[in-house]
């Protein structure tokens, strides 16, 4: 027998304890940041929703539906998402179809342009289409001397252009999930029917297409979701005819300022969301039947063309250049015309209007707190995030996934009742100065707003790091901060970057929350483009968008290079 | 610490008493045993059997709830005192069922972590990595990304690893199971060179019989959380201690008969179809000298003949079915009701439907009413 006496001090080794502590202090820590951030403006919106003069009162909810305005807004909301999501799904799941099951040449530049839209600004997109079909657009004047056309035949101001313009913009939610699901889509069950002798067209209909149906309900969900939250394009194609939505109703509401009924109305965005975001769940809960699209990555079927293939490139790319480019020509040739409606001679063409808007002092101060905003809100994001995650996957601590879901209910919310939360927690804060009127209270809507990005990213790649791999650490002699240093963060840098961008490229170019929360001195881009656009400077709103163009579309480069936050890491 | 006396060969590892429960599983249940220097020690049993655990407990990645471990004469665990040492101070090497290579460092610097933990100087370390990647024939690749290796050098280098800091004892759980077969059996001779080399004890965790009986020097076999028998792979395989190791350890036809002990150490049988066969050699009758039960009896026990001038005590039977296997025979052989599973040398031939003589070399007998073997005293 060897020596059984202890020579080792128990003490010496209470690395156990220390190990609690210190998880324990960063468990604090990341509790204090989403109860603060999250936690305390959830409570204010809702609470302050029923409670009237300090007492229960359902009142700002029968205001909403006793006033023809207030659920006429509600209602078109409604029915323009509705019809943009129906349009939407079309496009995203042909568009999809053709890039991901054809041999149409350039697919993966197909690929990447017709996400594209994901990362342009919606209100950049309704900018772009009034200068292409509004009254005196590019199409609308080339048209009317082609016909001889008193006027254009259609507005794009009013529900019509809406619902094109928000089926263009979110779209790219559909052919997410489409093109992600038939990449993933065991290709043998296609096999399979055709070795039965069944044509390929009949396969696609009869085979291929009842399989993605979840994937197609899935990411119509999302785009209604993305569509009744929008404030850009409803503001820019309704606000002038005095078309309403739930978004540009409640920043009318604001206006005024009727701070109980913006907060009723945006509750009532809330339901909407949280119903379309319950369904999704629902059906990602009840599709586990379709397995054959979970599976593995599998090289899919690829449909030969054939002689066909020239036309449905021709046809792919039309859509294609109308529905992503040409808005973004449109931004580009305004901006370079010397006033709105001037007609197209090169001649006349004149960088003027981007002298005037980078003069304006709000138009600097919008791009550089934008500057600062965006990547301070992501790396604080990214930060807590990462603490959290760790704590919840790694330490499988319940409060840390208390925190996780918590940090994720935002995801549901509107951004609409974002900015309302924040007016509401931050204007009187029982501690600490007011925020409103700063830029801090933009600060804390992005903390709000993306926390649960950030949590998505580093969750699953941390879900990705095998417990063996820190294991095989520790059993190398590595003490846990050691191991967290050396092993752990360096793999989970990927999903610490991914987190990063994604929230970098919709924070820098945010509209929805910050257009109810700036102030003079806190603008950001998003606004002083709204405000441009919506004081009748359509062409100095232009030029500081393209303006910003090159760094929304490299980042979105950036983005789809690592592929969209895991959703297609696998292609 | 360790200096003990060099007479007898030191115990490098004790495990003593040792429990774990998850919830309401009993996953481990008062596991006991001894490693030895130099010695290969297996864990072996069916998935689910606990062999992970223990293992678990030995590295510390897992706190045991009773027991006791000491590893290189140093107690790293014991409930009684409450010392639980963290898996950073045990001082061993681990070889994870995955190889759990760090994806983001070169071959050099997986294999130089322990190293750099223990803070040696550059040079040493280089020094070290050196002789282990000469060690594992894996000189030149040191620059290599893992995602740039196959499989069976990615295993090299998580052993490399695990051995760079010459620990006290190395842990290796099922290292084998993700190679191809002709890897596996390279990886077998490998492991064990090493081993001779280094000198350092493993304790070797899997559920391949095979590979535990070829690769160790003794193997414990576990189900159910608890040791069934512990002992060198001859004495597993020749003298199973209870019906599950018999079962567990190689391929068994279970003839049920009601048997009388012959002063020989042989035995007849009364075979269900009326025919009286002749054993050789019986195990595990210590429970009854007479009586119904059944008797297990591997292939490669039983021997055909030819039933023209066979001897007495043999059985009738029919060939039903013949594969080759290269080095041998296998058939099936029909005896009344009872289909026997028979290995043969290759020079052994009878066609299919052939009638055969079947001799009982040796069995062990497992009594209908205990179930259990006794072990024959030897
Ligand atoms: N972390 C755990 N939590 C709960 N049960 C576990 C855990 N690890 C192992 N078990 C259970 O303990 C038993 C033994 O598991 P394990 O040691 O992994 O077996 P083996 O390695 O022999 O296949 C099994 O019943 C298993 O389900
Ligand atoms: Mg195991």
Known sequence: ?571 | MSDMAASKPQVKVVVAGLTKRFGDVVAVNNVSFEIMENEFFSLLGPSGCGKTTTLRCVAGLESADEGRIEIGGRLVYASAQGINVPANHRSIGMVFQNYAVWPHMSVFDNIAYPLKVAGLRQQEIRNRVERVLAMLAMEGLEDRMPNQLSGGQQQRVALGRALAMNPQVLLLDEPLSNLDAKLREMMRVELKRIQKETGIPILYVTHDQTEALAMSDRIAVMSGGVIHQLGRPEEIYNQPRTPFVLDFIGVVNYIPCRIALSADGGARILLPDGQEAVVGTVAGTAAAAHGAGQLGVRPEDIDLLDPVGAPAGTVKGEVEFRSFLGSTYEYRVRVGELALRVQTGKNVHFREGARVAVRINHGHFLAAETGATGQRAS
């Open chain 1, 1 to 571: 027998m060897a020596a059984s006496h202890p020579t080792t001090n128990p003490v010496a080794y209470g690395a156990g304890r220390r190990l609690f502590d210190f998880r324990a202090l960063l468990l604090v820590l990341s509790a204090v940041f989403v109860l603060y951030v999250i936690g305390y403006p959830l409570v204010q919106v809702f609470w302050r929703s029923i409670v009237v003069d300090g007492e229960f009162s359902l009142a700002n909810y029968t205001r909403v539906f006793l006033t023809p305005r207030n659920y006429i807004a509600l209602w078109n909301s409604v029915w323009t998402a509705l019809a943009a999501t129906a349009v939407a799904t079309v496009l995203g799941t042909l568009a999809a179809f053709v890039v991901e099951r054809t041999d149409i040449p350039f697919r993966s530049g197909f690929r990447f342009l017709f996400m594209l839209p994901f990362a342009i600004p919606p209100l950049f997109a309704a900018m772009g289409w009034v200068q292409l079909l509004g009254p005196v657009g590019l199409v609308s004047r080339a048209l009317q001397s082609l016909f001889d056309w008193p006027a254009v035949p259609w507005s794009i101001y009013g529900p019509g252009g809406i619902i094109f313009v928000l089926a263009v913009t979110v779209y790219p939610f559909v052919f997410l999930t489409v093109a992600g699901a038939l990449q993933r889509m065991d290709s043998s069950l296609e096999e399979a029917a055709r070795t039965a002798g069944v044509g390929p067209f009949r396969i696609m209909k009869d085979i291929t297409l009842p399989l993605v149906l979840p994937a197609i309900l899935g990411g119509a969900l999302l785009a209604f979701v993305g569509a009744i939250d929008n404030f850009g394009v409803p503001a820019v194609l309704g606000m002038r005819r005095r078309f309403y939505v739930l978004t540009t109703r409640i920043y009318e509401a604001l206006t005024i300022p009727d701070i109980p009924l913006a907060t009723a109305m945006s509750i009532l965005l809330v339901l909407l969301a949280v119903t379309a975001l319950a369904l999704l769940r629902w059906l990602e809960g009840s599709s586990g039947r379709y397995t054959v699209v979970s599976g593995k990555s599998v090289r899919p079927h690829i449909i030969r063309l054939g002689r066909a293939r020239p036309y449905v490139f021709a046809a792919t790319l039309v859509v294609m250049v109308v529905v992503v480019i040409m808005p973004l020509v449109a931004l580009v040739i305004t901006s370079l015309l010397p006033y709105w409606g001037a007609p197209l001679d090169p001649e006349l063409l004149t960088l003027r209007n981007y002298e005037r808007a980078f003069a304006q002092e709000g138009a600097k101060r919008g791009i550089v707190n934008s500057l600062l905003l965006a990547p301070t809100a992501a790396t604080i994001l990214v930060a807590v995030g990462t603490l959290i995650s760790y704590l919840n996957v790694k330490g499988k601590m319940r409060a840390a996934a208390f925190l996780d879901a918590l940090g994720t209910v935002p995801y549901a919310l509107p951004g609409s009742v974002i900015g309302i939360a924040m007016i509401l927690a931050w204007s009187n804060p029982p501690l600490g100065p007011s925020l409103y009127g700063t830029i801090w209270i933009l600060l804390m809507a992005y903390l709000m707003r993306y926390l649960s990005y950030a949590l998505r990213s580093t969750r699953a790649t941390l879900h990705q790091i095998h417990d063996s791999l820190e294991e095989a650490a520790v059993t190398a002699g590595a003490s846990t901060l050691r191991v967290l240093w050396d092993i752990t963060i360096p793999l989970l840098k990927p999903g610490m970057i991914a987190g990063w961008v994604l929230i970098f490229m919709p924070a820098f170019r945010e509209l929805t929350v910050s257009v109810l929360i700036w102030s003079a001195g806190a603008e950001t881009l998003g606004v002083w483009v709204f405000l441009l656009q919506d004081s009748g400077f359509p062409e100095r709103a232009s030029a500081l968008a393209v303006a910003t163009l090159p760094l929304i579309v490299l980042l979105y480069a950036v983005a789809h290079r690592m592929g969209w936050g895991g959703e297609r890491a696998r292609s």
